[in-house]
């Protein structure tokens, strides 16, 4: 059984009132695990000395003082300064500490030094306003530089949504069409000590996050329900996700490899088992990785496909025909009615002008919805589909509508009144024009704004 500490935990909280000694057990079992392994790989690399002690077990193999091998030009920036201010103060502690006992020792009392009186000495004062302010302009320059460059995530090569669940947390690839949960992968056996600690006990998960290499990547952090924070030191990225707002980091991966972090901001009893990994690939595995993931999940071809734009003309009788088939099977018959009345609060299309008048505003309202009424946004519908029930209610009852509408149209609307840019027309692809309707609404399912935000991938 390859039972998860998440699993675990989920039972455990269910039979939450069935409390017993097992249970506190366990949990100083994992604190101490939680001691050896947070404390060995994170702390110890933070250079808090006081966790020293706490190192034990399978990390002490891998002890340094220090903070991680960075592998990002932020994350070699906050090494540095990180290195430069220790020095820093390591010399100043010297220096002050030094003078202060050198003078308790060479000028003490049993020896008969009088205090010297240093009362306005503006040579003094000078040196001490000028000296520190030069120290703080040496550690305040590269620390801005430092903070501009985490805070410019502008022009990314590639956007992944990052949204941290208690207890787990989830990624966005959202200019590929998808997502996946990313969860503890320790098996239970590990946590309750049962089992050998793993070399990456609880720092390990079943899906990690895949980027490439040398590429600009920005994360979006958000969260769904308490605060939480995105953390991976090795790429320099640590990032309050917070619900209700997205905040955004980025890091280019020098070097493929594994990078693992944790959950940085305590949310709740799971908080230490949401570790995050960071996969990085080289550009080629990446793109394999991706072909594979859009497969799995449908996208592969028909993503491809769906750049194939529906361009055909489409007589009246057939889209009406195919029209009255939509009029029922999208729902729109509920609300408005087999005979076009409509009934209640929902309005008669038959006799409508809107309906009866040019088709721009009909397509907008049928893409768009109306908004705070029950008249929804039907985007989700394939452009023939669209096309064919506006036909459908436009020649349906009294109504006579001569501003027939295309799918191409629909096509357009969707973003802002243009084809998108390098599609292809189903003439031109050869594709059946039955097809590539259904593709088309797969890839415009989220309208236009999806198709503004997108941006190559290198
Ligand atoms: C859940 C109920 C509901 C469904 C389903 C629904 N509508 Fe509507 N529709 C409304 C309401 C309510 C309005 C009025 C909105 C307003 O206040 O302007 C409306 C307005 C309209 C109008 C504008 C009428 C006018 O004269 O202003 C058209 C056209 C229309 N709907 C077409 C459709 C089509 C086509 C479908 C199916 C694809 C559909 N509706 C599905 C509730 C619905
Ligand atoms: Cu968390």
New binding site residues.
Partial sequence: MNATAHQYFRASARAAHSFSWDHVKFEQQHMKARASTIYGRFLSRLGVVAGAPLAAGPAAADWAINLQQPNSAVAQQMYDLHILITIICAVIFCGVFGVMFYSLYAHRKSKGHKAANFHESTTVEVIWTVIPFLILLGMAFPATKAVLDMRDSSAPEMTVKVTGYQWKWGYDYIHEGFGFMSTLSTPLAQIMGQEAKGENYLLEVDNPMVVPVGTKVRVLVTANDVLHAWWVPALGVKQDAIPGFVRDAWFRADRPGIYRGNCAELCGKEHGYMPIVVEVKTKADYDKWLAAEKEKRGLGKAAAAATVIDDKVYTKEELVAHGEQ??QS???????QANGK?AG?????DG????NGPKDP?IA??LN??P?????S?KH?SDK??AA??A??GASWSNKVTDLAQPIDFTKARNGGQLPAGAQTSAASGSSSGAAPAATAEANSEGAPRQALFRPRQ
């Fill in positions: 939509v009029y999208a729902g729109c018959v509920g609300c408005h409509g609060s929902f309005p008669a299309l409508s002008k809107l309906v009909v309202l049928l919805g109306k705070g009424t029950a008249m929804a039907f519908l589909d669209l029930v506006k459908y209610i």
